[in-house]
């Protein structure tokens, strides 16, 4: 018994150190399959692009009733971008095709609040006022998707492209663009009707009746009064007129070259606010010399034309439904040039509100529009000696009681959240401070704002909330770097494209709870890329010749010699900020300066004045003289890295 115990442990003692063997010859067999490709910086491997660095998720937004996160990826190993969704059940992004995305269809970023629509993929999506119905452009036809039940009904189907479909303020129709008019569809009983009656055809010429038709015209009328006398009183019983004048809506003829930009259904659905661009004949375009071609000749490339000319006018009007008559904006500016932009209607549909811009780019209004007269009053005028920037006047909405109006703008030095009365002549306030608020969102409760700012540091950004009229703010998101949020339909959640100055943009989930952890979702990198230990720059100041704070990127090597060089890199793109926390447009460069400091270099990556997230004075100091204090900081920061760092 004993002895067949003892054979018994043996064999048991045998089998496991085989298992033993086994297990971990695989387990290093796997271990040296899975150990990624040693990461060597050299020119070459740096100029890989996206095969090494990966493709950021983009087009991220909340489907209708929150349950799905959407994205647009493409994925390591995969050839391209794709859809894809993730759940509160399954976290890890799925593919989906856009069939299946169309069937609970994604709400429009909760940035900025005016928009109730999303374009992807060449499909537009529009919702009504409850959510539960969406309007779906695809292929230049609209349906309609009934969103509980899944329903979708075609309501145009032809040879003409339909866009920018909308739902009526009353929501039992919809009205749609087509061949350069705006059509009113009855949900209800599918009647169709023409709003607008914009034509490219040639007008009849106007005849001018010589002497002779005149004699005969005024004598006919003398001879036939009592007929005229008739018609004026059928007319007045409601009855049709004899012999009188067609009901049909006075065309309006477009001129060469003139293109309908914008078709906006009023409220009330008696006018439809309109745009026409036209072609300016007296611009001329610069040309670009292309000298390496597939010809081997030299080609020209046509570009934009020079800062004193705009190669397109717009202009803005109101046309009568019933009539066609036609009302041009008054923005009281006389025979200054003005470019219309976006129209807002207030929340009970019977206020109007509209931005405009000079051509001069040095003023910018928020205007109250009168529909029935075309004429406007000022709500706010964001004038700058310079020019005025993309904080002058920006991300606009109404108060649910229609009464005020909010923005941002930098109209006091930093971009700032305000509010505004009506006549313009009430306004507050609500942030202030050395800092960019670059988005503002409402709650849907209507007690607290969702802002964006950079008040943490220059070179971050983060998610605040703050009571509705203004005071103390509180800061949710807590990763150091760049956070762009997209908050979730019933505001529990925040979807968050996030990235620091050594890891590319990564999508993540988090509780709409301050200092909550932040999930990962998503991983597209390559092993290769985060098999290298990127440096991670600290972010500095100095003070320039005129006491400004200049903020720049510091890559120093551990082993910093000051006999070695060192380098300032420059970034391009006039307005842009790249000495922030986050991953750089410029990785390539990212990437070189990390060579460099291998090679024992320092480099400092400076912010120089005109660039952005310092606020207006940083932004324009370098109008009229590029050159100045552009390159003054450039030079300071040379005096800079030899006084502090001995280089």
């Not at 002895?3 to 695989?26: A, E, P, V, W």
């Not at 920018?164 to 009353?170: I, Y």
């Not at 800062?307 to 397109?312: E, I, L, P, T």
């Not at 109250?368 to 020019?387: I, Y």
Request: charge should be neutral; aromatic fraction near 12%.
């Amino acid at each position: 018994m004993e002895d067949k115990m003892k054979q018994r442990t043996k064999k048991y003692f045998l089998f496991f150190i085989f298992l033993s063997l086994t297990f971990f010859g695989i387990g290093e067999a796997q271990q040296k399959k899975a150990k990624p490709p040693e990461f060597k910086l050299t020119i070459d491997s740096i100029m890989a692009g996206s095969e090494l660095v990966g493709n950021a998720p983009s087009s991220i937004s909340w489907s209708v009733d929150g349950t799905k996160l959407y994205l647009r990826w493409q994925k390591p190993g995969e050839k391209s971008a794709e859809l894809y969704a993730v759940t509160k059940t399954e976290a890890s992004p799925q593919k989906i095709s856009l069939d299946d995305l169309l069937k609970l269809p994604p709400l429009p970023a909760r940035t900025f609040g005016r928009f109730r629509g999303f374009g992807l993929f060449g499909v537009e999506i529009r919702f009504d006022k409850a959510e539960k119905r969406a309007l779906i452009v695809r292929g230049g036809d609209i349906s309609l998707l009934d969103i509980p039940s899944g329903k979708i009904t075609e309501l145009t189907l032809t040879d003409e492209r339909d866009s920018n479909a909308n739902f009526s303020f009353d929501q039992e129709k919809i009205y749609f663009t087509s061949q350069n008019n705006l059509f009113l569809l009855s949900l209800k009983d599918g009647s169709l009707r023409q709003l607008t009656s914009f034509s490219k055809r040639t007008p009849p010429p106007s005849k001018k009746p010589d002497d002779v038709e005149k004699w005969y015209s005024d004598q006919q009328k003398e001879l036939f009064q009592e007929f005229s006398k008739a018609a004026e009183r059928m007319g007045q019983r409601g009855m049709p007129p004899f012999l009188g004048s067609s009901s049909q809506r006075k065309p309006f003829f477009l001129g060469e070259g003139q293109e309908v930009a914008s078709l906006e259904l009023s409220p009330d659905e008696k006018y439809v606010l309109f745009t026409i661009s036209e072609n300016m004949p007296e611009a001329k375009s610069t040309i670009v010399p292309n000298y390496v071609t597939r010809s081997g000749y030299t080609e020209t490339i046509e570009s934009h034309t020079k800062a004193a000319q705009s190669s397109r006018e717009f202009k803005a009007g109101i046309m009568a439904v019933s009539s066609g008559e036609v009302k041009w904006v008054d923005y009281n500016q006389g025979e200054r040039k003005i470019f219309p932009s976006i129209v807002y209607w207030s929340p009970d549909g019977k206020k109007c509100a509209l931005t405009a811009s000079s051509e001069d780019r040095k003023d910018e209004w928020l205007l109250l529009l009168e529909p029935q007269s075309g004429k406007t009053s000022v709500v706010e005028n964001v004038h700058d000696d310079a020019w005025v920037g993309p904080f002058g006047l920006t991300n606009i909405g109404w108060y649910p009681d229609s009464q005020s109006l909010y923005y941002i703008s930098e109209k006091d030095g930093y971009a700032h959240l305000y509010r505004a009365s009506l006549d313009g002549k009430e306004k507050a306030k609500l942030t202030e401070g050395k800092f960019e608020v670059s988005q503002a969102l409402l709650s849907k409760d209507r007690t607290k704002w969702y802002l964006s700012s950079n008040e943490e540091h220059p070179g971050e950004s983060h998610f605040y909330s703050m009571p509705v009229e203004g005071g103390k703010r509180t800061k949710i998101t807590s990763m150091t770097g760049q956070n762009e949020v997209f908050l979730s339909p019933d505001e529990s959640h925040l979807a968050i494209l996030y990235s620091s100055s050594r890891k590319p943009p990564e999508l993540y989930i988090q509780p709409n709870k301050p200092g909550a952890e932040a999930k990962q979702l998503t991983l597209s990198t390559t092993e290769e890329f985060r098999s290298c230990a990127w440096y991670e720059p600290e972010v500095i100041s100095f003070k320039a010749r005129d006491r400004v704070d200049i903020y720049a990127r510091i890559f120093k090597p551990k082993k910093w010699d000051p006999l070695k060089p060192a380098v300032i890199f420059i970034h391009g793109a006039g307005y842009l900020q790249n000495a922030h926390k986050g991953w750089s447009t410029y990785f390539h460069e990212y990437m070189f300066h990390n060579f460099l400091m291998e090679k024992g270099y320092l480099i400092l990556d400076i912010d120089y004045r005109g660039s952005s997230g310092y606020g207006r004075d940083f932004r324009t100091a370098i109008y009229r003289y590029m050159g100045g204090k552009d390159l003054d900081d450039i030079v300071d920061a040379a005096d800079f890295l030899v006084k502090k760092l001995n280089v």
